[in-house]
């Protein structure tokens, strides 16, 4: 099957060399020349055959949304679009019905599987009508892990991207529980031998899992993670999965907790905890530190 491809970066790219290696034809287009099949998305267009399948990977917000409209503009009706990209999910049902009024069909997959999904497989979530999914399966499958698992069509548009967003937010909940273990097991005078500690969970544990081998990895790195700065970003996805969470009246208090803990790494010295640390003074006549 054909598929055209923008957006070659760490996913983009990896994704275009897994299809290919399954057999498809992939005419891939990015900014950046050197890794393009394409000189402009124009050109991508000619080298498809009709009906056309595009797939979008570009950062979230309005470089996807001028992205599908510069799209709109070469593609003719019956082709379809995929956002595979970050996007939020109440962006979808919009971008479908500008798409609709030209004849273009519109599918939003959510993608798991970073840069390892070259060799291990993406997870993909996909929001939109079945018959668009149905033709697309070709490139869902060569994608997807082997098995039964690694795909849903989760419902329609925008159930790609809000099946992803709640994975991430999950995927928040995780990480720190994983990062605040770290931490007891570090400051704890008992063990001597972190590492090992988690190297020894990584089988017949029940909080065996891919993210904690990636930490057992990234240890083996850096067994003090000295090189690393206690400093973790936000993409959206969990913030979008707690106001999501306050709109339903769903508690959710891991999955917040984890969102508030990164906005607290950037901050030197909190402001919250100096109020925190004067009450004590005043009240109590705690000790502070100046």
């Not at 799209?71 to 082709?79: M, S």
């Not at 939003?108 to 390892?116: E, L, Q, R, T, Y």
């Not at 925190?276 to 100046?290: E, N, P, S, T």
């Amino acid at each position: 099957m054909q598929l055209g491809l923008i957006g070659l970066g760490r996913m983009g790219g990896n994704m275009r060399e897994r299809l290919r290696a399954a057999g498809h034809e992939v005419v891939g287009y990015d900014q950046n020349l050197e890794v393009s099949d394409a000189a402009s998305l124009a050109e991508l267009a000619g080298k498809l055959a009709a009906p056309r399948v595009v797939w979008t990977m570009v950062p979230s917000g309005q470089i996807t949304e001028d992205t599908i409209t510069q799209l709109a503009e070469v593609l003719e009706p019956g082709d379809i679009v995929i956002d595979g990209g970050n996007s939020k999910f109440t962006d979808d049902a919009p971008r479908a019905e500008r798409l609709k009024v030209k004849g273009i069909h519109y599918l939003d997959v959510g993608v798991s599987g970073g840069v390892w999904g070259i060799k291990n497989g993406y997870a993909l979530m996909v929001g939109g009508d079945a018959a668009q999914v149905e033709h697309c399966k070709p490139i869902f499958e060569a994608l997807k892990p082997a098995g039964e698992f690694g795909f849903a069509h989760a419902g329609t548009h925008g159930a790609g991207h809000y099946a992803k967003m709640v994975h991430n937010g999950i995927e928040y909940g995780l990480m720190h529980a994983y990062a605040e273990g770290y931490e007891i097991l570090k400051a704890s005078e008992y063990i001597h031998d972190v590492p090992a500690v988690i190297k020894s969970w990584r089988e017949g544990s029940v909080v065996k899992s891919w993210l904690l081998d990636l930490l057992d990895r990234a240890l083996d790195e850096d067994p003090e993670l000295d090189a690393l700065k206690g400093y973790a970003d936000d993409t959206g996805e969990g913030r979008w999965t707690v106001d999501e969470a306050v709109r339903l009246a769903v508690p959710a208090h891991v999955i917040a907790a984890s969102l508030f803990a990164r906005f607290q790494s950037r901050q030197e010295d909190s402001p919250a905890m100096k109020a925190v640390a004067a009450l004590r003074q005043q009240f109590g006549g705690h000790a502070v530190k100046r």
